[in-house]
């Protein structure tokens, strides 16, 4: 295949052998999200590819390539007609798979379904929600605090982003949740492929039988009911049935899967920085900066994925039409071209040029809700709970993919 290797114009670090030997494989020429081992060293990889590695490859099932650094992950997000969303957003997706509007659709059918969703997750609706979501904060807190200790991600990170977002928005269950959360899990990291298949099915299955419950019932203005009334495409049809679903889905995924990694990476990170998380206690007005740092280093959404349109250069490697191509967020917020010491934290860093809600069209419809999630988590755990440290021997599990979670957080005080 007349592909120019992304080596090419690499130096002695990248060189295949020096790869091998500090991280176990050629990360430059093969890459693998699922590799266990990116999982391990999640923060080494994504500073040196920040660093390094403006394009690597993966030579994992039809193969893909991850484009790295800030300024070529911005200009391919704009560049939806070069990089389309309408194959999916997942290396390798399983055959068969239903395609998730609007995350895996182009303009102008994107466009259509954004004008109409968006104005339900605005920042004005979503300040509507902010002090439903601190008394959840609370409430959740309520059941563990006179115990002196909890697993974070069970009993706070995997619940308030799915009531948070169930309550207020979707008017969905919370008694169904945990089945929701594990589902897209599954969906998302199970290592076989028609496992991670099935349980996508079993998650489509349930928002559609809540979709076909709700156009029984009156109308309540909200989301569910803007779905159900569905869009008009520019070729004049409406938008199918299982495009609603497809909906439903994406955005249940995005609720759900997400913040968590956020709420437990800035909860950890201040329970083994005693200094920082004073100064959290006694500069409350720095919380928001915080939480864009926090967001900026601890990344839920790895990498999210296009299909070339044509042949493409991007830094020296030429893609070719119809190869898959993934926009690493999570190095690009890491690019030491555009701030100072990306590899720290720094609560106080000003600015925070940071990509982990996207860019482009796609951007994050959900990110004025996370970030009520992460202000309201911050500032009632620091009021609730202001002295506390990981349990020994309790250190965070994650899990990896294209997607990063935290497993479990051991917490005591
Ligand atoms: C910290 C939390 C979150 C992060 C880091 C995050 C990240 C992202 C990113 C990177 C994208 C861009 C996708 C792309 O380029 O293809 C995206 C899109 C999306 N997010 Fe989020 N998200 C978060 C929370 C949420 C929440 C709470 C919701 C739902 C309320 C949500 C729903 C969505 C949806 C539906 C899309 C697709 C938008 C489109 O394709 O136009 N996200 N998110």
């Known amino acids: 295949m007349n592909r120019s290797s992304p080596a090419e114009s690499l130096d002695k670090e990248t060189t295949p052998e020096a790869l091998i030997e500090r991280f176990g494989r050629d990360l430059v020429n093969d890459f693998d999200l699922d590799d266990p081992a ?6 080494e990889t994504l500073n040196f590819m920040a660093h390094k590695c403006p394009v690597v490859h993966s030579k994992v099932g039809k193969g893909y390539y991850m484009i790295n650094t800030q300024d070529d992950v911005r200009a391919a997000a704009q560049d939806w007609q070069t990089f389309s969303s309408a194959k999916g957003y997942m290396p390798n997706r399983p055959d068969g798979l239903p395609y998730l509007m609007p995350e895996e659709s182009d303009p102008p059918i994107h466009t259509r379904w954004r004008r109409v969703l968006n104005p339900h997750l605005s920042p004005k609706v979503c300040a509507g929600y902010e002090q439903v979501v601190r008394d959840d904060a609370n409430a959740l807190i309520d059941k563990f605090i006179d ?3 909890c697993e974070f991600i069970s009993e706070f990170g995997a619940l308030l982003p799915g009531w948070a977002f169930f309550k ?3 008017g969905l269950p919370i008694d169904d949740l945990a089945m929701l959360v594990n589902g897209v899990e599954e969906g998302t990291f199970a290592l076989d492929l028609d496992e991670r298949a099935r349980n996508f099915g079993e998650v489509f299955e349930y928002l559609d039988k809540h979709l076909q419950w709700r156009s029984t019932q009156p109308s309540r ?18 938008s199918p049935w299982e495009h609603k679903v497809s909906i439903l889905v994406d955005l249940t995924f995005g609720g759900i899967a997400t913040t968590t990694f956020v709420m ?12 920082q998380r004073q100064l959290l206690i006694d500069n409350p007005e720095l919380v928001e900066n915080a939480i864009e740092e926090y967001a900026r280093f601890f990344p ?4 999210l994925g296009r299909t070339a349109t044509t042949d493409v250069e991007v830094a020296g490697t030429t893609i070719k039409e119809g190869e898959f191509v993934m926009l690493t967020y999570a190095c690009a917020s890491r690019d ?22 996207g860019v482009g ?13 992460l202000i309201a988590t911050l500032e009632e755990w620091l009021k609730r709970i202001p002295e506390y440290r990981v349990k020994p021997g309790g250190e965070p599990t994650y899990v990896t993919g294209f997607l990063r979670s935290m497993r479990t957080l051991q917490l005591e005080w």
């Open 38 to 43: 990116f999982n391990d060293r999640f923060d």
């Open 147 to 149: 115990r002196g200790e």
């Open 168 to 170: 207020n928005v979707l």
């Open 221 to 238: 203005g909200d989301l569910i009911d803007t779905i159900l009334a569905g869009v008009t495409y520019d070729d004049g049809t409406e």
């Open 264 to 275: 437990g990476s800035a909860i950890h990170h201040l329970a083994t920085n005693p200094d």
């Open 300 to 303: 839920p959404v790895v990498a």
């Open 336 to 357: 030491p071209r555009h701030m100072d010491e990306p590899e720290k934290i720094d609560l106080s860093r000003e600015g925070i040029p940071h990509s982990t809600f």
């Open 361 to 373: 069209p796609h951007r994050c419809i959900g990110s004025n809700l996370a970030r009520i999630e």
